[in-house]
């Protein structure tokens, strides 16, 4: 053996096929140890239950990930036999208090019954006191459907603490954005600069292409405040301080506009630049100017971007924008005249937009930014020029031909070798939303939008800009009985969309579509229990949660939401009446629920990443995945899917029942094939028709699911190469994702550079309007952020924190070798971390006296910490950060108790606070983007000093020990050993 590992031979060929055995088979399936969708091979022995999972590999055919896997992935096998796993219905034992975890097993049948029961009398009487959150599950089109056909506003995902900011940021200016949405070119790049990002975002497909980038040459620089993960690996990494983001790039914009590094031809054709925006004070003021021919169509707003006007250089005259103003000879104005306006025939004063950007953009100097961000104004400038460089003099064209949606054939595509990738550090800031329309502005007047070599779009994406999916928003639609006239999320346009009463109270119980966070596309998770105590602006009777772990890492204000979930009014019932729980695990959230609904893994249930939900296209073209069961349920699991089908069947919600009243779908495999929201068009593009032998649009084949299965469990529709770029504008491809149900109209996208949707919402604030306006109290916050350009502001909590106290900015990364906290109970990836410390930059350490590895106080305005410190050089000196989600209380997941995620493991939740002062009734308001709703996470500031030497050596705070709830695997699974944390006797 010794002599095998001398050989040149190689010991394992990866790609080569899988060999099974007489007693092993091999099932593909696709990974959800992350969100990244591997397709993975699943070798099976036989076991006394059946067949067991022996080892996971990567699949080398599928397109994603060829065969790669990470430790992650290769772990699953831990994730199915975990000792944490629930296998009975448990209900709280009469008498007991939520957070004991004291439960009886009951049988699904009186699971059904209780829910159906419950729920059916809240639908029959007031659907929206029903609520029903989700954490990171991939299948929200079979969630919110269910929400909308309950006849409740309140359903979200778990987007609105995750990253909304990135989505919607993105989405109101380019179309699309980083993640499922899109993504850098790496393949034709040659500079790519990285903002924000964890290891864990991308993971495997990221990795894969930034290896051949690197290989090829490219150049990668990370912006980011730690020098973990992707920052290492990268050419160069520039520290910057948290939540600062947005002044970097506004400063980029100055230097980029100042010294003309711009796609001026890009500008003209494809964004609004050249559009004349409103300077007179009144009803249209800055919204941009349109022909008032009632011909050209309504005034131009978001959902209406027609007919606006530009001024043509060549002629001297004011044209319409399409197709006038892009006429051969024209040459559309980006600036103003030297009298500083043009004027149109009725005396109305407007301007380019773009001027509009350059008038802001003058006063962002490097130097500026400099003092905010800790970069080096030379070194702002040099980036800037760097960036121009790569767009402009790196750039090629490839030969291929393509045709513009107003019948312009550009002979080649250019190409724009300059790549960006961001995540949730630009996101997660309450200036988040801001911060990235400043990135895609950026990346627009370089011209990179879906170019090759720069930002690429992901099918179904481009979207309308404002997409056109409204929410639901209309109070009066709430009924008895009655499913929602819309979907419980969307993208409003404009104040008319917002979801209130109208009084101008929240409809929802998270205050999404508000006033208070009128674009919050995503829902906002963090504020539910909150204001469901409060009941603000009511109380509901029955929250479903499902893989969220609100009592302990998916929230802020940890113990104060720990204690609300037990909170009861005078007459002893607690303030949220009935709580349930869906996890696959014993998490810390379990104890607290009344009824808890046993998972499955990814590994025991059918799964969708399809066209209605996040597919896993790729730049070439539409790709939608599945999961196919490898293993039985274990016990008495149950997909969430499952449950959500038969409820909704017992329910009789009438999209899943017939007109007899008999259910419609067998289980949600059967769902998933035969549910079809517009005729042709289904959760599967895949094998459609009758016969199989129709793609992306057909009728139901009841053979779908074999055929995936044959497939690797996906499929690929690559895009004839005419219509794999310049999609927004793509006369071909508009038409051709119109036909396939990917968008309502073949519109062109133009790029918004100035946003006349969010200066709708000023206008509103300002009393410039004749409809919605919002109450006083709120005015002035609206009229604030809501400005039609990319600003920098400093994060709100700083607003409301005495910074001299607390100096220092505190955040959390995701570890690499784990995903959200599911992984904490997995038994290899456990080795590698089983707690964390606080990272601090050596200086900054020694400053407050606290040495490497010493024990030391944490604390912000809302709370305090003990946790180990240790000094790094990778984090630049004004933050301190730590792994999220290892800390646990103690005996949750199974670990056993004292074990080191609860005893040397912390969670930096109990520092952030979930709301901030402010002048609302409750004297809050949520601790959130004020545009979009992105929770907050990483603007809390926070000081350290050393904890005194007598003191305990373990963390502040110490939960009391959660119990093994009936029914959880624990010790029955005699392979798997707990190791780290293990003390010797
Ligand atoms: S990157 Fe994510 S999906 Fe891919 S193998 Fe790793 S854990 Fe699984």
């Given at each position: 053996m010794v002599l095998k590992f001398l050989s040149p031979e190689p010991l394992h060929d990866p790609l080569a096929?899988?060999?099974?055995?007489?007693?092993?088979?091999?099932?593909?399936?696709?990974?959800?140890?992350?969100?990244?969708?591997?397709?993975?091979?699943?070798?099976?022995?036989?076991?006394?239950?059946?067949?067991?999972?022996?080892?996971?590999?990567?699949?080398?055919?599928?397109?994603?990930?060829?065969?790669?896997?990470?430790?992650?992935?290769s772990s699953g096998i831990m994730k199915q036999y975990s000792p944490a796993r629930l296998t009975q219905p448990l209900l709280r034992k009469p008498g007991s208090e939520r957070g004991a975890a004291e439960f009886e097993p009951i049988s699904w049948e009186r699971a059904y019954g209780l829910l159906t029961e419950r729920l059916g009398k809240i639908r029959a009487t007031d659907p929206?006191?029903?609520?029903?959150?989700?954490?990171?599950?991939?299948?929200?089109?079979?969630?919110?459907?269910?929400?909308?056909?309950?006849?409740?506003?309140?359903?979200?995902?778990?987007?609105?603490?995750?990253?909304?900011?990135?989505?919607?940021?993105?989405?109101?200016?380019?179309?699309?954005?980083?993640?499922?949405?899109?993504?850098?070119?790496?393949?034709?790049?040659?500079?790519?600069?990285?903002?924000?990002?964890?290891?864990?975002?991308?993971?495997?497909?990221?990795?894969?292409?930034?290896?051949?980038?690197?290989?090829?040459?490219?150049?990668?620089?990370?912006?980011?405040?730690?020098?973990?993960?992707?920052?290492?690996?990268?050419?160069?990494?520039?520290?910057?301080?948290?939540?600062?983001?947005?002044?970097?790039?506004?400063?980029?914009?100055?230097?980029?506009?100042?010294?003309?590094?711009?796609?001026?031809?890009?500008?003209?054709?494809?964004?609004?630049?050249?559009?004349?925006?409103?300077?007179?004070?009144?009803?249209?003021?800055?919204?941009?100017?349109?022909?008032?021919?009632?011909?050209?169509?309504?005034?131009?707003?978001?959902?209406?971007?027609?007919?606006?006007?530009?001024?043509?250089?060549?002629?001297?005259?004011?044209?319409?924008?399409?197709?006038?103003?892009?006429?051969?000879?024209?040459?559309?104005?980006?600036?103003?005249?030297?009298?500083?306006?043009?004027?149109?025939?009725?005396?109305?004063?407007?301007?380019?937009?773009?001027?509009?950007?350059?008038?802001?953009?003058?006063?962002?100097?490097?130097?500026?930014?400099?003092?905010?961000?800790?970069i080096p104004a030379a070194r702002i400038e040099q980036l800037a020029h760097e960036m121009g460089h790569a767009a402009l003099q790196q750039a090629f064209e490839l030969p291929i031909a393509w045709t513009d949606a107003w019948g312009k054939e550009h002979p080649t595509t250019q190409a724009r070798p300059l790549a960006f990738h961001a995540m949730r550090g630009l996101a997660a800031h309450s200036n988040g939303f801001q911060t990235v329309r400043a990135l895609a502005v950026l990346m627009s007047v370089l011209g990179?939008?879906?170019?090759?070599?720069?930002?690429?779009?992901?099918?179904?994406?481009?979207?309308?800009?404002?997409?056109?999916?409204?929410?639901?928003?209309?109070?009066?639609?709430?009924?008895?009985?009655?499913?929602?006239?819309?979907?419980?999320?969307?993208?409003?346009?404009?104040?008319?969309?917002?979801?209130?009463?109208?009084?101008?109270?929240?409809?929802?119980?998270?205050?999404?579509?508000?006033?208070?966070?009128?674009?919050?596309?995503?829902?906002?998770?963090?504020?539910?229990?909150?204001?469901?105590?409060?009941?603000?602006?009511?109380?509901?009777?029955?929250?479903?949660?499902?893989?969220?772990?609100?009592?302990?890492?998916?929230?802020?204000?940890?113990?104060?939401?720990?204690?609300?979930?037990?909170?009861?009014?005078?007459?002893?019932?607690?303030?949220?009446?009935?709580?349930?729980?869906?996890?696959?695990?014993?998490?810390?959230?379990?104890?607290?629920?009344?009824?808890?609904?046993?998972?499955?893994?990814?590994?025991?249930?059918?799964?969708?990443?399809?066209?209605?939900?996040?597919?896993?296209?790729?730049?070439?073209?539409?790709?939608?995945?599945?999961?196919?069961?490898?293993?039985?349920?274990?016990?008495?699991?149950?997909?969430?899917?499952?449950?959500?089908?038969?409820?909704?069947?017992?329910?009789?919600?009438?999209?899943?029942?017939?007109?007899?009243?008999?259910?419609?779908?067998?289980?949600?495999?059967?769902?998933?094939?035969?549910?079809?929201?517009?005729?042709?068009?289904?959760?599967?593009?895949?094998?459609?028709?009758?016969?199989?032998?129709?793609?992306?649009?057909?009728?139901p084949n009841p053979k779908q699911w074999e055929a995936y299965e044959k497939n690797n469990c996906v499929f690929h529709y690559p895009l004839p190469e005419n219509m794999q770029f310049m999609r927004n504008w793509n006369r071909p491809y508009l038409d051709f994702a119109k036909d396939k149900g990917w968008r309502q109209k073949n519109d062109p996208v133009q790029l918004a550079i100035y946003s006349d949707t969010l200066q709708s919402f000023r206008l509103a604030a300002r009393g410039q309007t004749e409809g919605r306006q919002p109450p006083d109290h709120l005015r002035a916050r609206i009229d604030t952020y809501f400005d039609p350009l990319p600003f920098w502001y400093p994060p709100l909590e700083e607003a409301a924190t005495d910074l001299a106290t607390y100096p220092l900015n505190a955040i959390t990364q995701r570890p690499m070798a784990m995903y959200h906290s599911w992984d904490s109970q997995n038994a290899w990836l456990r080795q590698i971390h089983s707690h964390n410390y606080l990272h601090v930059n050596p200086q900054t350490a020694r400053a407050a006296g606290i040495a490497d590895g010493g024990w030391a106080w944490v604390e912000s305005q809302w709370g305090q910490v003990r946790c180990m410190i240790r000094h790094s050089e990778a984090v630049e000196p004004g933050t301190v950060w730590t792994w999220n989600a290892i800390g646990k209380a103690d005996g949750a997941w199974q670990l056993a108790p004292g074990a080191d995620e609860a005893r040397k493991g912390f969670l930096l939740n109990h520092l952030i606070s979930e709301e901030l002062p402010f002048n609302t009734a409750s004297g809050t308001i949520s601790n959130s983007d004020p545009i979009t709703g992105q929770a907050g996470w990483y603007d809390v500031r926070v000081r350290i000093r050393p904890a005194d030497p007598d003191e305990a050596q373990e963390t502040y705070p110490q939960m009391a020990t959660m119990p093994s709830v009936p029914g959880v695997l624990g010790k029955a699974v005699q392979v798997l050993t707990y190791f780290a944390g293990r003390k010797t006797p």
């Open positions: 096929a899988p060999t099974p055995t007489q007693d092993t088979t091999v099932k593909c399936t696709t990974c959800y140890m992350c969100a990244c969708r591997c397709g993975i091979r699943v070798h099976l022995a036989p076991g006394p239950d059946g067949p067991q999972v022996r080892y996971i590999d990567g699949n080398p055919e599928h397109p994603l990930n060829q065969g790669v896997i990470c430790a992650k992935g929206k006191k029903f609520a029903l959150f989700t954490g990171r599950d991939q299948m929200q089109a079979l969630t919110g459907l269910f929400a909308r056909q309950f006849g409740t506003p309140n359903y979200a995902a778990h987007g609105g603490f995750c990253s909304v900011n990135m989505a919607a940021g993105m989405i109101y200016t380019v179309g699309g954005s980083f993640w499922e949405f899109g993504g850098p070119d790496l393949e034709r790049s040659k500079l790519f600069v990285m903002l924000g990002t964890a290891e864990d975002h991308h993971s495997n497909p990221m990795k894969i292409a930034i290896s051949k980038f690197k290989r090829s040459g490219g150049r990668f620089i990370s912006i980011n405040p730690i020098r973990t993960g992707y920052s290492a690996i990268a050419d160069e990494w520039i520290p910057i301080k948290p939540g600062t983001d947005g002044a970097l790039l506004m400063a980029l914009l100055h230097v980029l506009l100042r010294d003309d590094l711009i796609d001026h031809a890009f500008l003209k054709r494809f964004t609004n630049a050249p559009q004349l925006v409103v300077l007179d004070a009144g009803l249209r003021e800055g919204l941009f100017a349109f022909d008032p021919d009632p011909a050209k169509g309504p005034p131009g707003d978001g959902r209406n971007p027609h007919n606006k006007l530009v001024f043509d250089k060549a002629s001297g005259r004011i044209l319409n924008a399409y197709p006038e103003g892009i006429a051969d000879g024209c040459d559309p104005a980006l600036e103003a005249p030297p009298e500083g306006h043009y004027t149109l025939d009725d005396g109305t004063r407007v301007t380019p937009a773009f001027q509009l950007l350059r008038d802001r953009a003058a006063t962002c100097t490097p130097a500026w930014a400099s003092a905010l961000t800790g990179t939008i879906d170019a090759p070599g720069g930002f690429r779009h992901k099918a179904p994406y481009p979207r309308h800009i404002v997409p056109n999916y409204r929410a639901f928003n209309d109070p009066a639609m709430i009924q008895p009985n009655t499913p929602l006239n819309a979907a419980p999320l969307g993208f409003p346009a404009h104040p008319d969309e917002l979801a209130i009463h109208p009084d101008g109270s929240p409809l929802r119980i998270d205050h999404a579509y508000s006033w208070e966070h009128p674009l919050s596309a995503h829902g906002m998770m963090h504020n539910v229990i909150t204001n469901a105590v409060r009941g603000d602006p009511y109380r509901i009777d029955t929250l479903l949660m499902f893989m969220a772990n609100m009592a302990w890492n998916s929230t802020m204000n940890t113990q104060g939401v720990r204690e609300m979930l037990n909170r009861k009014d005078e007459a002893g019932e607690y303030l949220i009446p009935f709580l349930v729980v869906c996890d696959a695990f014993q998490s810390e959230t379990v104890a607290f629920a009344d009824l808890v609904l046993p998972d499955t893994t990814y590994l025991e249930r059918h799964d969708v990443m399809g066209m209605l939900d996040r597919p896993i296209s790729e730049f070439d073209g539409p790709v939608d995945s599945v999961r196919i069961p490898v293993v039985e349920p274990m016990g008495e699991c149950r997909p969430f899917q499952e449950v959500l089908i038969e409820l909704a069947s017992r329910l009789k919600f009438p999209a899943f029942t017939t007109p007899e009243g008999e259910r419609k779908f067998k289980g949600y495999a059967d769902f998933v094939v035969n549910f079809q929201p517009q005729p042709g068009i289904g959760f599967l593009m895949g094998w459609r028709g009758a016969n199989g032998d129709q793609h992306l649009r057909g009728e």
